[in-house]
Nanobody
Framework: QVQLVESGGGLVQPGGSLRLSCAAS????????MGWFRQAPGKQREWVAV???????RYADSVKGRFTISRDNAKNMVYLQMNSLTPGDTAVYYC???????????WGQGTQVTVSS
């Protein structure tokens, strides 16, 4: 099992910034991908960004240029820096951990991000 704990969500005004953090513990492996998904009320969960154990990153078109995903391997942490936030970014954000080659993946409990004036 891998445990994921997110933090950093909250209420922010349009144009503002937030930084989400995700701490991973448990059966961590050396080859993995960690990412962020989000789910807005009444909508399906959607992928936001991913970073691999090699440091490669990819972003959904909706956040490209505004969000940055990063990691700290020594601390088993992944971060999502979110800038230029809009009300459309309002959602519960979930951390995801994929143990590449092991056939299992894990989710955090989610952290609420609300963008409103």
């Amino acid at each position: 099992q891998v445990q994921l704990v997110e933090s950093g969500g909250g209420l922010v005004q349009p144009g503002g910034s937030l930084r989400l953090s995700c701490a991973a513990s448990g059966r961590i492996v050396s080859i993995y991908s960690m990412g962020w998904f989000r789910q807005a009320p009444g909508k399906q969960r959607e992928w936001v960004a991913v970073i691999t154990s090699t440091g490669s990153t990819r972003y959904a078109d909706s956040v490209k240029g505004r969000f940055t995903i990063s990691r700290d391997n020594a601390k088993n942490m992944v971060y999502l820096q979110m800038n230029s936030l809009t009300p459309g970014d309002t959602a519960v954000y979930y951390c995801h951990y994929d143990r590449v080659g092991w056939g299992d993946d894990y989710w955090g409990q989610g952290t609420q991000v609300t963008v409103s004036s």
